[in-house]
C-alpha cells in the first residue's frame, strides 16, 4: 500500500494538477490493455477536474475512444436532476469529450428497485472489467465518508458484494443510492482521492490518522488500496500539512 501526496495552492492549481494525473494513467492503462476505465466522483469537489479534463491540453491528450466511464456512487434521482452524479459529470465533462456513447456505464438509481439496480450493475462492472478500475477518483466528504459510505454504514463492513443499495442514508441530500462498497478499493489500479477547502481538513485529517475507526471515518478504507493519490489545495490539507515529508 503506497500514498502520495499533491499539496497545491488552491482550486486552479488542484484541477491541473488531478487532470495530469487521469492523464498520466489513461495514457499508462491505453499502452498497457488497449482500454483506460476510470470511475467518477460526485459531488461539487471534482467539477474543477471535469472541466480541465473536458479543456486543452486534456481534451486531445487522451485518446477518449478508449476511455470507460463508470461511477462509484449515484443518487436515486432521475438523470437530469440537479443532484444526479450523472448529470452533472455530464454537464461538465462527459458531454465536452469526443466519449462513445456506449463506453459511459451509468448508475441508474433512478430506477424503483436499487437493490437488483445494484446487483446490475456490479454484473456490468465484472462484464467490463472484472471489477477492477484502473483509478477511482474518491472525493472526500466533510463528515469523512466517501462514496456513498456514511458513518455508520452497514456497507463498511461488506465482504462480499462490490456495489450495494443504500437505503435512506441520513446524508444532506437524505436520498437513497447506489454505491462501491470498499472492496472496489481493494480491486482499483490506483485511487485518487480528492479535496478542496477549509471545510474539508478535519476529513482529510481524520482520514490519514493512525488511530483506525473507519465506520466513523469513512475515508479512512482508503487506506485499503494499493495506491493512493491525494490531490489537495492548501485549505484541505492544512491539517496535515506539517506532517508531510518535504
Given at each position: 500500500m503506497s500514498a502520495r501526496f499533491e499539496l497545491v495552492a488552491d482550486v486552479a492549481a488542484f484541477a491541473e494538477k488531478a487532470a495530469t494525473i487521469v492523464a498520466e494513467h489513461a495514457e499508462k492503462a491505453i499502452a498497457a490493455r488497449g482500454r483506460f476505465v476510470f470511475a467518477l466522483t460526485g459531488?461539487?469537489?471534482?467539477?474543477?477536474?471535469?472541466?480541465?479534463?473536458?479543456?486543452?491540453?486534456?481534451?486531445?491528450?487522451?485518446?477518449w475512444t478508449k476511455v470507460h466511464v463508470v461511477f462509484g456512487d449515484e443518487r436515486a434521482v432521475a438523470p437530469t436532476a440537479k443532484d444526479s452524479n450523472f448529470?452533472?459529470?455530464?454537464?461538465?465533462?462527459?458531454?465536452?469529450?469526443?466519449?462513445?456513447?456506449?463506453?459511459?456505464?451509468?448508475m441508474e438509481a433512478d430506477l424503483p428497485d436499487l437493490a437488483a439496480t445494484a446487483r446490475a450493475y456490479e454484473e456490468r462492472l465484472l462484464a467490463l472489467c472484472d471489477g477492477r478500475v484502473d483509478l477511482v477518483c474518491v472525493g472526500i466528504g466533510k463528515d469523512a465518508h466517501i462514496f456513498s459510505l456514511f458513518p455508520g454504514s452497514p456497507a463498511i463492513d461488506e465482504a462480499h458484494r462490490l456495489v450495494v443499495a443504500e437505503i435512506d442514508p441520513?446524508?444532506?441530500?437524505?436520498?437513497?443510492?447506489?454505491?462501491?462498497?470498499?472492496?472496489?478499493?481493494?480491486?482499483?489500479?490506483?485511487?485518487?482521492?480528492?479535496?478542496?477547502?477549509?471545510?474539508?481538513?478535519?476529513?482529510?485529517?481524520?482520514?490519514?490518522?493512525?488511530?483506525?475507526?473507519?465506520?466513523?471515518?469513512?475515508?479512512?478504507?482508503?487506506?485499503?488500496?494499493?495506491?493512493?493519490?491525494?490531490?489537495?489545495?492548501?485549505?484541505?490539507?492544512?491539517?496535515?500539512?506539517?506532517?508531510?515529508?518535504?
Open positions: 459531488g461539487s469537489t471534482p467539477i474543477p477536474l471535469h472541466e480541465a479534463l473536458a479543456s486543452a491540453p486534456f481534451r486531445d491528450r487522451i485518446d448529470g452533472s459529470a455530464q454537464r461538465t465533462l462527459l458531454s465536452k469529450v469526443p466519449l462513445p456513447e456506449g463506453n459511459v456505464l451509468r441520513p446524508m444532506n441530500p437524505a436520498l437513497s443510492r447506489i454505491t462501491f462498497t470498499p472492496r472496489m478499493l481493494d480491486r482499483a489500479g490506483a485511487v485518487l482521492a480528492i479535496a478542496t477547502g477549509a471545510e474539508k481538513s478535519a476529513a482529510v485529517a481524520h482520514a490519514l490518522a493512525s488511530a483506525r475507526e473507519p465506520s466513523r471515518f469513512p475515508a479512512q478504507l482508503l487506506a485499503r488500496a494499493s495506491e493512493t493519490i491525494w490531490v489537495l489545495d492548501r485549505a484541505a490539507g492544512a491539517e496535515i500539512s506539517r506532517s508531510l515529508p518535504a
